[in-house]
Nanobody, 128 residues
Framework: QVQLVEESGGGSVQAGGSLRLSCTTS??????????MAWFRQTPGKEREGVAA???????KYADSVVGRFTISQDNANNTLYLQMNNLKPEDTAMYYCATDPYVAARSLLMGGEYKYWGQGTQVTVSS
């Protein structure tokens, strides 16, 4: 039973800048190397969007809008997921959420309904 999923690293930045989000989990009986983890984002009035995801077998997936700018990675020793965001754009402004699940099929990695455990979110604001 996952007890906690916690994000950090959000903030305000100008367009073209960078941020790195972190997500730590605790209470998982599986190591992060064996589970699926993902970042989602949402702005008021819009549907939640899958941004990037990674599985224990190394499979990763990105939304088209962030390819070449965002990189998802894991520090399995510390049960931490990262999202390095470079060349940020105003349209990247959103609340970013970390999500985890023991298993998500590769084709479903960016589908929020596949994930059982969610964090509270961290705000990212990009100004032009």
């Amino acid at each position: 039973q996952v007890q906690l999923v916690e994000e950090s690293g959000g903030g305000s930045v100008q367009a073209g800048g960078s941020l790195r989000l972190s997500c730590t989990t605790s209470g998982y009986k599986y190591p992060t190397s064996a589970i699926s983890m993902a970042w989602f984002r949402q702005t008021p009035g819009k549907e939640r969007e899958g941004v990037a995801a990674i599985r224990g077998d190394g499979t990763s997936k990105y939304a088209d809008s962030v390819v070449g700018r965002f990189t998802i990675s894991q520090d399995n020793a510390n049960n931490t997921l990262y999202l390095q965001m470079n060349n940020l754009k105003p349209e990247d402004t959103a609340m970013y959420y970390c999500a985890t699940d023991p298993y998500v099929a590769a084709r479903s990695l960016l589908m929020g309904g596949e994930y059982k455990y969610w964090g509270q979110g961290t705000q990212v604001t990009v100004s032009s």
